[in-house]
């Protein structure tokens, strides 16, 4: 009698050969992926009706050389097309279908509908990940996310072995979702109570639970801290080590495209899980940059087939990467920069995405700070000291922000007891007030 096809355990052990396969391999696995999601798209999805035919040939066939022709979709398109955006119909065997939203933390949350096949590439990817930084699925995990009552302090909710069903040692393992809505002494309390050796959440709300720790003089050890949502800092994972004794793997993922990528232990940079989703770093005419060049994120998840994203900009900048000394012939981000999408705007017309870097934070002497556009050149810096009698050099900052931005900026600094976290449980470093409530 013929035994059911796992395919969850397939697609992970495919995982764990094809991240050494040769680059013509990998490029012909993908165009394979491709071909059959550009098709699916082309005949049941109205947004992609004519939007493909750059690629397709009078035959039918696919011209790979014309990709880049393909038109970037973007969030406004997401929000004005979703309903033309579903699939009327689905391959066989990619069902069953749900509804996720973004926060929406660039202003513009998107509703995304995906299906069963892209769960069961983000728990292979997420296990691959685990593997590579050699993670114990029989030790306790504990990710803060969502606000669901059921999670809430002090119990949270117990949702049993986190890695894969097959492994032994993983169903001695068990793993617990709290509430984004639990402070910072609940959370530690939780982590010691639990003897949990993993969380995953926030860099900034890791930051939180450190400085927390020190103050309350609370001792909690971690194994690994699983960061996500956002770049950390220096000052996070410095912290990080301090308080926790814990190494960070920090992952790059979204809910439109799922595990994007995850870190090398070995080399530098993040290794792109090429099986899963095609990564683009594009510059401003949507063609690829160089390796060591900044550019655009642009994706394409291959089995997103219910609401498919073909040539999906991410908001995100980041820098290309090379090859890898660890051996894995996977594609590299070198660093994902920040976001791509414009913060501050000023009247003349002029918009920026840039980012300061980590010296302004070491002249102000803050552990956090958030920058917000509260008017049309009249910007406030809100900052959290490290030490409330010594204050931060201002006037360099203020010198700092207008070579960065714009030179004829107001800056009002303003030092806070926090910076409060948004509805979605994150931390905004830079927030545009100004054009929200215009």
Not at 86 to 107: D, K, Q, V, W
Not at 108 to 114: D, E, H, L, N, T
Request: hydrophobic share 35%; aromatic share 10%.
């Amino acid at each position: 009698m013929n035994q059911p096809r796992d395919l969850q355990r397939e697609f992970y052990d495919m995982l764990m050969e094809s991240q050494y396969w040769l680059p013509e391999t990998m490029l012909a696995y993908q165009r394979s992926q491709l071909a059959q999601l550009l098709r699916h798209a082309r005949a049941n999805v109205p947004f992609y009706e004519k939007r493909l035919d750059p690629v397709f040939t009078r035959t039918g066939d696919i011209d790979w050389d014309r990709w880049h022709e393909i038109p970037i979709v973007t969030r406004k398109d997401m929000q004005e097309h979703r309903d033309a955006m579903l699939a009327r119909e689905l391959p066989r065997g990619h069902g069953a279908t749900g509804t996720i939203e973004t926060s929406g933390s660039t202003g513009m949350p998107v509703k995304i509908s995906i299906n069963r096949l892209t769960a069961v590439a983000a728990n292979a990817n997420r296990w691959r990940a685990h593997r590579t930084y050699d993670l114990d699925w029989s030790k306790t995990y504990a990710a803060r996310d969502g606000y669901a009552e059921a999670a809430e302090w002090p119990h949270g909710q117990s949702l049993g072995p986190w890695g894969p069903k097959w492994d032994e040692r993983a169903l001695q393992g068990n793993s617990y979702r709290i509430s984004r809505g639990t402070d910072a002494q609940q959370m530690l309390e939780f982590i010691n109570r639990t003897n949990s050796a993993y969380l995953s959440t926030g860099p900034k709300q890791f930051h939180v639970y450190a400085l927390e720790a020190e103050r309350l003089g609370m001792e909690s050890r971690l194994d690994c801290a699983m960061t996500h949502g956002e770049g950390a800092s220096s000052g996070d994972l410095e912290a990080i080590r301090r308080v926790f004794g814990a190494r960070a793997m920090e992952t790059y993922s979204s809910k439109e495209a799922g595990q994007i990528a995850y870190p090398c232990r070995l080399g530098k940079g993040l290794h792109i899980n090429a099986e899963s989703v095609l990564v683009e770093i594009v510059g401003d005419d949507g063609k690829p940059v160089g390796a060591g060049s900044s550019g655009r994120i642009v994706v394409t998840p291959f089995v997103s087939t219910a609401q498919p994203l073909i040539r999906y900009e991410q908001g995100d900048t980041a820098l290309a990467g090379g090859s890898c000394l660890c051996g894995r012939s996977l594609p590299m981000i070198e660093a994902v920069e920040g976001r791509s999408t414009a913060i501050f705007t000023h009247p003349d017309g002029r918009a920026v995405s840039r980012m300061l870097n980590e010296s302004a934070r070491e002249m102000l002497r803050c552990t956090f700070w958030q920058i917000a556009q509260v008017g049309p050149q009249h910007f406030e810096v809100r900052y959290v000291p490290n030490d409330w009698a010594t204050p931060g050099d201002e006037a360099s900052v203020d010198a700092l922000y207008r070579a960065t931005f714009f030179e004829d900026s107001q800056l009002q600094f303003v030092r806070v007891r926090e910076i409060p976290l948004t509805a979605a449980g994150k931390y905004l470093e830079y927030v545009n007030e100004w054009d929200r409530a215009g």
